[in-house]
């Protein structure tokens, strides 16, 4: 792909994200991987937007609980991603909520390929409050944390 290209800077700009979910998936063992496999490929039927709510009152994938130290330390790295794009005060909050809702209560599903950047795949990491969606797949990326509080219908955050 030439430097230019939009595919190409949606890559750069996501390229942590996508490889933190990458190494927590790959590191897992197989009853994990197992548990937290929910389809061999991308679907559009997995990712949420405002036109297609999901049953989002039972998380699906693997419980964060079950995660060893070493795999546990990189489910926050991600985490940390996608709250440091607020201020300090909002992203402490939020990291702050998801920690209390406890970690038998926050899932991590993954679909798709895991091996190759440009491979389609998707994540999800769902606790009772919020929803974090990362999708690469038909050439578009779409990365979004949602409270699920404020699901707005007339909201999208792609």
């Not at 489910?75 to 402490?92: D, G, P, S």
């Not at 990291?95 to 038998?104: I, P, T, V």
């Not at 795949?121 to 690469?136: K, V």
């Amino acid at each position: 792909m030439p430097p230019d290209d939009p595919q190409e800077a949606g890559y750069k700009l996501l390229a942590n994200r996508q490889e933190l979910a990458r190494s927590l998936v790959n590191r897992l063992n197989p009853q994990q991987l197992q548990r937290a496999s929910i389809a061999p490929q991308v679907s559009q039927n997995l990712v949420i937007s405002e036109v297609k709510k999901l049953a989002l009152d039972k998380p699906i994938g693997l419980p964060i609980s079950e995660l060893n130290k070493n795999q546990e330390k990189l489910f926050f790295k991600l985490i940390e991603e996608y709250v440091n794009v607020f201020n300090a005060a909002i992203a402490r909050a939020h990291f702050d909520k998801m920690k209390n809702a406890g970690l038998q209560n926050i899932y991590f599903a993954w679909a798709g390929g895991r091996n190759e950047r440009r491979a389609e795949h998707y994540y999800r990491i769902q606790g009772p409050a919020f929803l974090i969606e990362y999708s690469n797949a038909g050439n578009h990326l779409h990365s979004v944390w949602r409270d699920l509080n404020d699901f707005g219908a007339a909201v999208d955050f792609d």
